[in-house]
């Protein structure tokens, strides 16, 4: 089990093979019993959480451009667990951003809900590879992209362009891979029908969408990728 990518800082990758091992994670067998521990002071703390699916890191690495990984389905208790060792040798965490980019250049990403692990923190819209992301065998980016900015915004992805290449940002908290997305209004319309979409959800994840319209002005409680991402989509033009 390996991680070799370069840490904070942004590349561009050519091709993508993220592959699910059926075989259970070494660090799910390695704490299982401080995974069930931790699951029972998380859900005393938020009964909300729910111990679905999610997909774990074991190697990831970066070579020519080219992003190989292979990750294994771990229970949502053991994710947290991670979470709170982290960083942790032989495990880590990928997944997607769409950057959402309005007809006037801003960016609109979303504030998460009070009742999520993430309460507060504002990045772009995304979640977790799941098992119904994976075809073949291997991560379906675009249809993970797609499944959670519908989920949580109501905005169809497959209407509007975007750039063909990915680019990957790692850090100590995850490494995620991002393309923008174009999009046809300004970006007051954009967050009007967000807000429109999370008033009509019965359990929505996110409080609401932020604009963010400069790398200068940044709103408060970013996730640790964002203050990288926000610097980079303002100073790269589009491709």
């Not at 075989?23 to 111990?51: G, K, S, V």
């Not at 609109?108 to 993430?118: D, L, P």
């Not at 790692?170 to 300004?186: P, W």
């Given at each position: 089990?390996?991680?070799?990518?370069?840490?904070?800082?942004?590349?561009?990758?050519?091709?993508?093979?993220?592959?699910?091992?059926?075989?259970?994670?070494?660090?799910?067998?390695?704490?299982?019993?401080?995974?069930?521990?931790?699951?029972?002071?998380?859900?005393?703390?938020?009964?909300?959480?729910?111990?679905?699916?999610?997909?774990?890191?074991?190697?990831?690495?970066?070579?020519?451009?080219?992003?190989?990984?292979?990750?294994?389905?771990?229970?949502?208790?053991?994710?947290?667990?991670?979470?709170?060792?982290?960083?942790?040798?032989?495990?880590?965490?990928?997944?997607?951003?769409?950057?959402?980019?309005?007809?006037?250049?801003?960016?609109?990403?979303?504030?998460?809900?009070?009742?999520?692990?993430?309460?507060?923190?504002?990045?772009?819209?995304?979640?977790?590879?799941?098992?119904?992301?994976?075809?073949?065998?291997?991560?379906?980016?675009?249809?993970?992209?797609?499944?959670?900015?519908?989920?949580?915004?109501?905005?169809?992805?497959?209407?509007?362009?975007?750039?063909?290449?990915?680019?990957?940002?790692?850090?100590?908290?995850?490494?995620?891979?991002?393309?923008?997305?174009?999009?046809?209004?300004?970006?007051?319309?954009?967050?009007?029908?967000?807000?429109?979409?999370?008033?009509?959800?019965?359990?929505?994840?996110?409080?609401?969408?932020?604009?963010?319209?400069?790398?200068?002005?940044?709103?408060?409680?970013?996730?640790?990728?964002?203050?990288?991402?926000?610097?980079?989509?303002?100073?790269t033009p589009r491709a």
């Amino acid at each position: 089990m390996s991680f070799d990518l370069p840490s904070d800082t942004i590349l561009p990758v050519s091709a993508v093979t993220v592959r699910l091992d059926a075989a259970p994670h070494p660090f799910t067998q390695a704490h299982a019993a401080a995974i069930e521990a931790n699951w029972q002071r998380e859900t005393e703390a938020n009964p909300a959480l729910f111990n679905g699916e999610v997909a774990l890191l074991s190697s990831l690495s970066l070579t020519d451009g080219q992003l190989a990984g292979r990750c294994h389905i771990v229970r949502y208790s053991a994710f947290l667990y991670w979470r709170r060792l982290r960083p942790v040798g032989g495990a880590g965490h990928v997944y997607t951003h769409a950057m959402l980019v309005s007809a006037d250049n801003a960016l609109i990403a979303i504030r998460m809900g009070a009742q999520t692990v993430n309460a507060g923190l504002i990045y772009f819209a995304a979640g977790s590879f799941e098992p119904a992301d994976f075809q073949g065998g291997q991560a379906d980016l675009e249809f993970n992209m797609h499944r959670e900015v519908g989920e949580e915004t109501g905005i169809d992805l497959k209407r509007f362009p975007h750039e063909a290449q990915y680019h990957v940002l790692s850090k100590t908290t995850g490494t995620v891979l991002f393309r923008r997305y174009f999009l046809d209004r300004q970006a007051d319309e954009i967050a009007a029908d967000i807000r429109s979409h999370v008033r009509a959800d019965a359990d929505p994840e996110i409080e609401g969408p932020v604009v963010i319209r400069s790398a200068d002005d940044l709103p408060d409680r970013l996730a640790a990728q964002m203050p990288d991402l926000i610097a980079w989509h303002f100073s790269t033009p589009r491709a």
